[in-house]
Structures are given as C-alpha cells and as structure tokens.
C-alpha cells in the first residue's frame, strides 16, 4: 500500500528564517510527486510536480526537490503570505489516484 | 476559463439522511476524482470517474456512490449520513485517466449533526 508521510506537522517561523519541510513516500512504482498548497477552507493549490530522482523546481520562494524516497520544500525567506498548509501527494503506475500525506500547517509571523 | 465548480459550498446535514454533491469540471477535461479531506488531515482519494465509467474506488464503504454525465459532470452521493463523515469533499478534475494535472475545486463543506 503506498504511503506518504509529511514532517512537521507544523512548524513556525519568522519571517525571513529559511527552513525546508520534508515528505517520505513509499510507493509502487511512482509516477511523480506533487506539491500543492492549501489556504483554510480552499481547495489545494497546484505548486509543482517531480518526476524523477534529482529533479529540482523553483517558484518565488520555494524551490522543490525530489531524490528516490523523499522530497523536500524549501524555502527562502518565507513572507507572511507563505503561511498556509502544504500537502504532497504521490501518483503511482496505476494512474488513477493521489496518496496524500497530512500536510506541514505553516506559519510565517512578520 | 472556468476552474472547477463544486455545489454547495457548505451543507448541514442530520445523521441518517442523504446528501448528493456536485461538480463541474474544467472545460476539456473528461475526468473528475473525488477526495475526503477530515479537518487537519490530508485528502482521502473516493472515486476517479473517466468517460462515465469508474475507473478508481478509495477504502469507502459502500454508503458512499457517484456517477459522471455525459458532459462530464460528477454527483457524489452519500447514505445514511454518519458523524464522522462530516469533512470537506474536494472534487479534481484532470484531461484524461492518467493525466498528471489535477485542478482542485474549493470543496464542499459537509456538517453531520
């Protein structure tokens, strides 16, 4: 069965301290890994999508990156706008579902 | 264009009774999924429907259904409501069975009281 686990579950920062939040997977035959962001209330919110092992992708102030059991996203400088709930999700060679973890609840205070 | 439309956007609902939700999808996508997402929890996959017939089904009892029309809108229907199925329902609409790009709707908030 394929699993996606997020760390923290929550974090803080202050704005402008950098940090990186961190997804494992263990999935059968992955097909790529999202990123998405979710504001209370919302539905989730495209950011990226990796597809193989070393693959990096940058908008504003995150930057996404992917190796063969864990991605990471980083990000730089964060504002107080960044804070929100970001989820990932991973897409296997089944092809008809996303297997998400629980999300890293992000908080950014001026 | 359009993004995905879901109604209603919020419900309360007793235990016991049914509930049908609604979702239309992007203009050109012929697939529509269906998410659970419990409050502080990630989404739960419930069904992928693509060209009408259901090609994915999540760990979901049997209480739960769905259907997709032939202009490729989605109804999620729900018996005999539980507390706990209280939650938001996000319906993803993507171009085609194994097509990598989800677009969520804003959800359904369901209440069961």
């Known amino acids: 069965e394929d699993q996606v686990t997020q760390s923290p579950e929550a974090l803080r920062l202050q704005e402008g301290e950098s940090s990186s939040l961190n997804c494992s997977y263990t999935?059968?035959?992955?097909?790529?890994l999202f990123w998405y962001r979710q504001d209370p209330g919302k539905g989730p919110e495209f950011l990226f999508t990796?597809?193989?092992a070393g693959e990096e992708k940058e908008k504003e102030r995150l930057k996404a990156t992917l190796t063969k059991k864990e991605s990471f996203l980083h990000i730089t400088a964060p504002k107080p706008e960044d804070s929100a709930t970001y989820l990932c999700?991973?897409?296997?060679?089944?092809?008809?579902?996303?297997?998400f973890g629980g999300g890293t609840r992000l908080m950014v205070k001026p | 264009d359009a993004g995905v439309t879901q109604s209603p956007t919020h419900l309360i609902k007793t235990r016991g009774q049914h509930v049908t939700l609604r979702c239309s999808p992007i203009s050109g996508h012929k697939s529509v999924s269906w998410y659970q997402q419990v409050l502080g929890q990630g989404p739960q996959f419930i069904f992928q429907?693509?060209?009408?017939?259901?090609?994915g089904r999540g760990n979901f009892p049997d209480r739960f259904s769905a259907r997709q029309f032939p202009n490729y809108s989605s109804e999620l229907n729900v018996n005999a409501l539980l507390l706990g199925d209280s939650a938001l329902y996000l319906c993803?609409?993507?171009?085609?069975?194994?097509?990598?790009?989800?677009?969520f709707g804003s959800g359904t908030r369901l209440t069961v009281v």
């Open positions: 999935v059968s035959g992955l097909r790529g």
């Open positions: 999700a991973a897409y296997n060679n089944a092809g008809n579902m996303l297997t």
């Open positions: 993803a609409s993507s171009r085609g069975q194994g097509s990598y790009g989800y677009t």
């Open positions: 990796l597809y193989s």
């Open positions: 429907y693509y060209e009408k017939e259901e090609r």
